[in-house]
């Protein structure tokens, strides 16, 4: 596949006048030239408003993440792919929506029945959930590998959770050993299995892609470290790190040390330990003279497993909740230090971002839905498109708005719901805790939003979920 080196900024080119555009065209171009080392760094479950850059709690201790973001960009609308992890991931890794390949809800996911037990069992009405895939296909697009081609070294540590259902049952996490990191363009893996959350936060880990090394030393502290000694080992040529770190995801553990610094909540040292790890990272950085070349991107895979402030339910919903995510990206002479962005972004956007700003040209990579970000990077107030969609077919225990997909167009948001919540529509603008429902005041916008959404999902081939009178017909047949 022939690909085109492009100037990364030219899309948002018209977008900016005068001598300072020609500055930051030209600061853009030379980034390029130098291929800019790119670090993903990922947490889990974690939501926004319990980091620094964006918290309002006095008890949070992230320096180094405010660091980050000081160096670069806050985006106040990021949002995750979906409501649970392991779509999300699926999502970054493939530039695609959940929908798109097939991966709406997390692996090793609960059975239909245990879901059913959860609502009542089966005789109550509803939907039964979708198929969903426990692993990537092969043939499905993959960032690391695009970048591999394009001349990085590339590296995988942390949490990946695409590989197989089961991995509770297993010992070291592994289910298929063809599903891990390294098959999708990482040259070496460090924690990428099955796992959904560690079977140890203290070594020895049980994990079987992470060889035991200090007795009780901590999961994030090593993850780290490695991710660090891997940027000062291959720092004279292009690399990218993905970091996907376990933290914050139960169970909630953490070393007593920062438990105690932190007024025995657990929670916050956990909080404390990630932003250590993106320390080390940055200190790494620093410290072998890529900072000034570095592409560094911190985010999360979906809304906090704790609620978070102004915003309504958590993790597993398709409302702000479950969806909204902290996110601050860092690329010196490219991103304004101290800026902020307004435009709503999200998980498939990643993979176009990393591609282009590599000398690459996502444009001819087949089935891609992200956008490239680099123009809201150099100041553009919009990316060429007008809504963002998701598709959960799936129901969560202790959650309203599961089961059902969404569109965001502008400040308003349309819920379809499969289950047995109704559709509904918020202006998330006006009513960010999205109590409200607006949809018997504006049946035209509903419909049309309506329309749009089973369009998206048609053109997707989303997996949608068996209605019960279906199952029971089928059944009776």
């Not at 999200?346 to 087949?366: L, R």
Request: hydrophobic letters at 35%; proline letters at 6%; a negative charge.
């Amino acid at each position: 596949m022939n690909r085109l080196r492009i100037i990364v900024f030219a899309l948002g080119l018209a977008a900016w006048n005068g001598a300072s555009v020609d500055a930051q065209s030209r600061s853009v171009e030379n980034n390029q030239d130098a291929k800019p080392n790119i670090v993903f760094i990922m947490a889990d479950d974690l939501g926004p408003g319990w980091v620094d850059f964006d918290g309002t709690e006095a008890a949070i201790h992230t320096p180094n993440l405010e660091r980050l973001a000081n160096r670069g960009m806050v985006f106040s609308r990021a949002y995750a792919a979906a409501p649970v992890c392991s779509p999300t991931r699926a999502s970054c890794l493939t530039g695609m929506s959940p929908a798109k390949v097939g991966y709406t809800t997390h692996a090793p996911g609960m059975g239909q029945d245990k879901y059913l037990k959860q609502i009542g069992g089966r005789g109550t009405g509803g939907a039964i959930d979708a198929e969903s895939r426990v692993f990537i296909p092969g043939e499905a697009p993959s960032y690391a590998r695009e970048l591999k081609q394009l001349g990085y070294s590339t590296a995988f540590f942390g949490k990946w959770h695409l590989a197989g259902e089961g991995s509770k049952n297993a010992a070291d996490g592994i289910i298929n050993s063809e599903w891990h990191p390294e098959h999708y363009g990482f040259d070496s893996n460090l924690g990428g299995c099955a796992y959904g959350q560690p079977r140890s936060w203290f070594d020895p880990f049980r994990n079987g892609t992470i060889p035991n090394r200090k007795r009780g030393e901590y999961l994030t502290d090593r993850l780290g470290d490695e991710a660090a000694a891997y940027i000062e080992a291959n720092s004279a040529s292009p690399f990218h790190v993905t970091l996907w770190l376990y933290s914050v995801h139960t169970p909630i553990k953490a070393p007593a040390d920062l438990v105690k610094k932190n007024g025995g909540s657990a929670y916050h040292a956990m909080l404390q330990s990630m932003d250590m790890a993106v320390g080390k990272v940055l200190d790494a950085l620093d410290q072998t003279g890529t900072a000034e070349n570095t592409l560094v991107v911190f985010y999360s895979d979906n809304g906090g497993d704790r609620p978070t402030v102004g915003l309504a339910e958590k993790k597993g919903s398709l409302l702000e909740g479950g969806l909204r995510v902290p996110m601050a990206v860092c690329w010196p002479g490219v991103i304004e230090p101290g800026s902020r962005c307004d435009v709503p972004v999200t998980s498939p956007d990643f993979f176009p971002t990393f591609v282009n700003a590599a000398g690459g040209d996502a444009s001819t990579i087949e089935g891609l839905e992200g956008k490239d970000l680099t123009p809201l990077f150099t100041g553009a107030e919009s990316l060429d498109r007008d809504s963002l969609y998701w598709h959960f077919p799936h129901h969560r225990k202790g959650i309203q708005y599961a089961m059902g997909s969404s569109i965001l167009e502008g400040d308003w948001k349309f819920y379809r719901g499969y289950g047995k919540t109704a559709d509904a529509l918020f202006n998330v603008r006006t009513d960010p805790q999205e109590q409200t429902s607006v949809i018997q005041n504006n049946p035209e916008l509903a419909e049309r939003l309506r329309i749009k959404l089973s369009r998206w999902l048609t053109d997707v081939n989303a997996r949608m979920p068996r209605m019960e009178d279906d199952f029971e017909t089928e059944k009776d047949d």
